[in-house]
């Protein structure tokens, strides 16, 4: 615990860098904290903060910088967040008219990381209950079935598998009649559990297929283009980042790859609102010198994916955590419209 005199000064030295981003002098905090002290009380304020590691002193400078400790604080306990100004939350809504679910998405993706100059990303809907509409099959070769998978929402998912033997054409149509009749409607990750004891009455050797067809089907519904990124190009001109060309290499690498991002953005459907990643608290190695600030939406009252934004751990948190908390009420808002 630190007394309140000295939260004011963290404050202030964090809200300063995050304006500068100049190592912050002693000499500075006393003109500008407010608090009337000399510059040896405040040298030994600071050497308080240091001491439990809230700041750092870099060695080519005699001021101060926070920590991820001491941006951690000042987020939980010193922040005050601005009110989105009303040409900003004009701007978001007009660009998230109801349309798509697909176009809602990247237009968030986009105003995220036009309102804030860093990355934009969104997790795409993972519907809860992963159901299906009707599943057919066409065989292609021997061994060798294409399913189609129809989603409640009219997407068709292809998706290429083998199996263990060759099916007749006549196999693969009861197969997919008995699906639909008994499970269209329903969601795939639980009917294995419940076709179990019927699969067993059924007539020649197809309960196989259609275990590998539920199992390739609840993937199908939950691949593709998970995560989408734009922006991301807006962090070669952050000057936090813009001397070290290897980090950024890094950086771009984890875009594309998309799969530490998604896990990370999967974190933040179990928080009820603005969820903050500073530095290492993200587990992803090439996002230690970076916060991700993250919220999720919602459809039908449900959480089926997040949004948020990636920068430099030297961000304005009180405009970027409104910006991200409102985009994703609004993005709730447009895909339960479509609904």
Do not use: W
């Not at 000499?27 to 001491?51: F, P, Y």
């Not at 968030?108 to 099959?137: H, K, N, Y």
């Not at 290429?160 to 329903?186: C, K, M, P, V």
């Amino acid at each position: 615990m630190i007394n309140e005199r000295t939260q004011r000064l963290l404050k202030v030295l964090v809200e300063r860098y995050i304006a500068d981003g100049q190592p912050v002098a002693s000499k500075t905090l006393a003109a500008v904290s407010g608090l009337k002290l000399s510059a040896a009380s405040i040298r030994n304020m600071l050497a308080d903060l240091e001491g439990r590691g809230l700041i750092a002193s870099p060695h080519t400078s005699s001021g101060r910088v926070p920590t991820q400790q001491g941006y951690r604080l000042f987020v939980d306990r010193l922040l005050t967040v601005q009110p989105l100004e009303s040409l900003m939350l004009a701007e978001i809504r007009q660009s998230l008219q109801p349309d798509s679910p697909q176009r809602v998405l990247q237009a968030a993706s986009q105003m995220l990381s036009e309102l804030t100059q860093f990355a934009g990303v969104v997790m795409t809907p993972q519907r809860p209950d992963g159901a299906f509409r009707q599943i057919e099959f066409l065989r292609l070769s021997e061994c060798r079935v294409l399913m189609i998978l129809v989603t409640l929402e009219g997407d068709v998912r292809n998706h290429l598998f083998t199996t263990t033997r060759d099916y007749r054409a006549s196999e693969l149509i009861d197969a997919a009649s008995f699906l639909n009749r008994h499970y269209a409607g329903q969601a795939l990750d639980g009917v294995v559990r419940r076709m179990a004891q019927e699969l067993a009455g059924l007539q020649g050797d197809i309960s196989g297929l259609m275990t590998a067809a539920i199992q390739f089907g609840h993937h199908s519904l939950n691949a593709g283009d998970e995560v989408m990124v734009a922006g991301e190009g807006k962090l070669l001109h952050v000057h936090d980042f813009a001397g070290d060309l290897q980090r950024l290499r890094e950086l771009f690498d984890t875009f594309q790859r998309k799969t530490e991002l998604l896990q990370l953005l999967e974190q933040g459907r179990q928080a009820p609102g603005v969820n903050l990643f500073i530095g290492d608290e993200s587990g992803v190695m090439t996002l230690d010198d970076c916060s991700v600030v993250i919220a999720p939406y919602r459809l039908n009252g449900q959480v089926v994916g997040t949004l948020g934004v990636i920068g430099p751990t030297r961000m304005a948190y009180e405009r970027v955590i409104p910006i991200v908390d409102m985009t994703a009420r609004l993005v709730s808002s447009a895909l339960n419209f479509n609904e």
